[in-house]
Structure formats: C-alpha cells, structure tokens
C-alpha cells in the first residue's frame, strides 16, 4: 500500500478465519466478532461518539450493566476491535476507542442499522420495559 505521497504503509494486520476454505467462513467469523448481544451496540456508539470512558458508555448503552459491559469491552479488546487506554491513576479513568479493524465494522453496523429500520417495528408502549 502506499499513503499517497510515494511512501509505502503497512497493511493493517488481518484478522485469523477460523474456519478457512469454506465460503461461509468470512461470515461465521464476522458473527462470532460482533454477534454477541451487546457488541454492536458498544461498536455503534464508539463510532458515534468516538473514544468514551467506562461511565460514558454505560450511559449510551441503555439496559447494560457494569459487569457485561466490562466483559464485553474486554472481549472486543481480546479480539483487536477496541483500545483500552489508561488516562488518568488519579482518579483512575480509562478511554474505550475503536482499533482500525473495530472502526471498519462502520458499514457493517450501518447496514444493520438501516435494515432495522427499514423491517422492525418499535414495541408497542405496553411491551416497552
């Protein structure tokens, strides 16, 4: 790859297939990345609101707890989707920010998004939690 001005840039380093030589591969894999419950949703709001702290998340993420959004941000940090960044020991704060690998999911989550809305319908007030 070359970064426009004669220089050359790495690739970014693809992701392990674990399932190599099937057709079917690439989206099984993608599923098992993003296809846990809150995952997406976690994907969703770093690409809105761009590097969050713990709290700020939590917020954004209607319904989730503490224990599975900390979960859950540790297992997308384990499979190179999210950076954890120390900001501050006092008081301890930490970022969340999407990887370039997480970021690149944008189209994926925007798909989603747009098929929700073109195909779900919203509860109705008595079903709302």
Known sequence: MTDGS????????????????????????????IGKKWHPVIVHRLLDAGPS?????????DGISSKVLSESLE?????????????????????????????SLEPVIEAMREWGNEHLRPPAEDERV
């Open 6 to 33: 004669g220089g050359t840039v790495d690739a970014p380093e693809r992701l392990e297939v674990w399932c190599a030589g099937e057709h079917w591969c690439p989206v099984t894999t993608t599923a098992t990345l």
């Open 53 to 61: 702290g713990f709290s700020e998340l939590q917020n954004h993420v």
């Open 75 to 103: 297992d997308l940090e384990e499979r190179s989707l999210v950076d954890r960044t120390v900001v501050s020991e006092k008081p301890f704060r930490v970022e969340y920010e999407l990887t370039e690998h997480g970021a």
